[in-house]
């Protein structure tokens, strides 16, 4: 079923040596809701500490003021993104005046909306974009939903790959335009077995009742604060997750055929009025509630577990970037927080992903059909609310699959993949990663969600004060580490740039907010 992934990797093996998978760039992204000792979401300002928010390269904010984001460079293996992401997190905790870093993704005591505050930017034009866009988030979605933390992981292939990919592929077309239409591949099928990565790393099994403020749930009560799916692996990835459901509320769905078609499909969207959003109003009173009332204000309120990425110039759009340089990497939205791992995720996650991103690269990968992306969006969310389910089934081409099938035949098919990343050394990370979810598809109660449930158990706690638990462990964790001062001086010397960068900014600000809105969605290539 899987041959042809082998074969390719095979023929790259040829061409390129013993390893052609290794020298791949990874990022991470990981989301952290700061948190009052009693686990109440943060009504403090973004720390001054912490440089700016607008402009820090590593260290910025989400949705919310209180929704700090990790942001690593990318880096050549998993355990140096890891470091760079664990030591982000040393500094920060050490700038923190007794607050927490939540360790899951579902935030708790979420005394309604209202008490959610947005991200503030400062008062230049891209800053107060940055904070209409979330105002306007709020008003279309509601502010609960946007304070969902997650992990994204970013990949990129090496150069050297992708020469020897466009060659044994005999293309003879720009290497760019290649490296594209490889990505979108990736993309397809990382949306067709994406279901996979919620099974083996969803982490949230269970949500505080005040999550829902009172609305009625089909899911059951686990305690007198806690409401759970007793086979859920991730409900934050379900609907009453991190889904603004835009396909069912105003018909728009992206197409990852190919590059065109995707940006066509986004740049459309952007630019078609809604009549549901413009019952909210653009500019009332002389203030903005959102950017405008189309189906999306900008590019990234389009959420997707997986989306291509170029890196943007100035106040570039997106889209704008991705057609005028291609891809350049994929980024993995659909990871929960690991919340038994300090740094919210582990190096046995990395190396089955990337591993796993390679398979999908190499796999066959036709157009995703209208009856295909039904299929998708079923299996996605029935892993969400019932994934360690015995017999679970899963839709497949026009029939059903059993899961644990399923998903035992993807992961026997990386095997040749993760040896390629060990290349037949004394070591065998990428295959012990692999092999530990292999285990968890023979036996659920070895996934993350199951390990969540039996930790609640044991603990009689509700998934309250099991995160709270949690979080203060990884509090100790970090305050009992040694720093390394020559990094922390480059954090500190980042802090104090993104500072006076702010500030040079809106002293050399001119024109209006209305024109610079006017400009910014006017760009053309």
């Known amino acids: 079923m899987y041959l042809h992934a082998k074969q390719r990797l095979s023929a790259l093996t040829k061409a390129a040596g013993a390893a052609p998978l290794k020298g791949g760039l990874l990022g ?73 870093l939540w360790s899951s993704s579902m935030p708790c005591v979420v005394a309604g909306g209202d008490s959610i505050p947005i991200a503030r930017y400062g008062t230049s034009n891209i800053g107060t974009m940055k904070t209409v866009y979330r105002r306007g988030l709020g008003y279309r979605y509601g502010r609960t939903m946007q304070v969902i933390a997650g992990v994204h992981y970013n990949y990129s292939f090496s150069e050297d790959f992708w020469h020897a990919f466009q060659q044994i592929e005999q293309d003879t077309g720009p290497l760019q335009a290649f490296i594209s239409e490889k990505y979108f591949a990736l993309i397809r099928n990382l949306q067709r077995f994406g279901w996979l990565v919620p099974y083996l790393f969803g982490a949230s099994p269970a949500i505080c009742k005040s999550f829902l403020a009172g609305k009625q749930t089909s899911l059951q009560e686990f305690n007198e604060n806690t409401y759970y799916s007793p086979y859920g692996t991730s409900l934050r990835m379900c609907d009453i997750g991190y889904q603004n459901s835009l396909e069912n509320e105003v018909g728009f769905k992206a197409s990852y055929d190919n590059l065109d078609t995707y940006v066509s499909s986004l740049s459309k969207a952007i630019e078609t009025p809604s ?44 889209t704008l970037a991705l057609r005028r340089r291609g891809v350049r990497y994929v980024e993995l939205r659909s990871l929960d927080i690991n919340i038994f791992d300090p740094r919210g995720i582990s190096e046995t996650q990395c190396r089955f992903i990337e591993t796993f991103m390679a398979f999908c690269l190499l796999h066959d990968s036709p157009a995703i059909s209208p009856q295909e992306r039904s299929e998708i969006d079923y299996n996605l969310d029935a892993v969400a609310y019932h994934g360690r389910e015995p017999g679970l089934q899963l839709q497949h081409n026009g029939d059903t699959l059993p899961l644990q099938q399923w998903a035992g035949e993807l992961c026997n098919a990386m095997e040749s993949f993760a040896d390629s990343f060990d290349d037949n050394t004394a070591h065998s990370n990428y295959r012990d990663a692999l092999q ?48 390394d001062a020559a990094q922390f001086e480059d954090f500190n010397r980042s802090v104090r740039e993104s500072l006076d960068k702010q500030h040079a900014i809106e002293a050399e600000e001119h024109g209006s907010f209305d024109d610079f809105l006017k400009n910014y969605y006017a760009q053309t290539i």
């Open 436 to 483: 530990q979810q292999q285990a968890a598809v023979a036996d659920p109660e070895k996934t993350l969600s199951a390990q969540v449930l039996a930790g609640m158990r044991e603990h009689k706690e509700g998934y309250f004060h099991y995160a709270q638990r949690m979080s203060k462990q990884h509090q100790q964790y970090f305050l009992n580490m040694k720093h």
């Open 28 to 100: 991470l992204e990981k989301e952290s809701l700061r948190v009052a000792p009693d686990g109440s979401i943060a009504q403090t300002p973004h720390p001054a500490a912490l440089g700016s928010a607008l402009l820090h390269p590593w260290i910025t904010t989400d949705y919310s003021e209180a929704l700090l984001e990790f942001i690593t460079p990318p880096m050549g293996s998993a355990t140096a993104a890891l470091d760079y992401l664990r030591d982000l997190q040393h500094f920060v905790y050490l700038q923190l005046e007794g607050e927490l």
């Open 275 to 318: 009549s549901r959003f413009e019952e909210i109003g653009v500019k009332v009173d002389g203030s903005y509630r959102q950017l405008n009332a189309n189906m999306l204000q900008i590019e990234n309120e389009y959420y997707s577990s997986v989306r291509p990425k170029q890196v943007p110039q100035a106040n570039e759009k997106p």
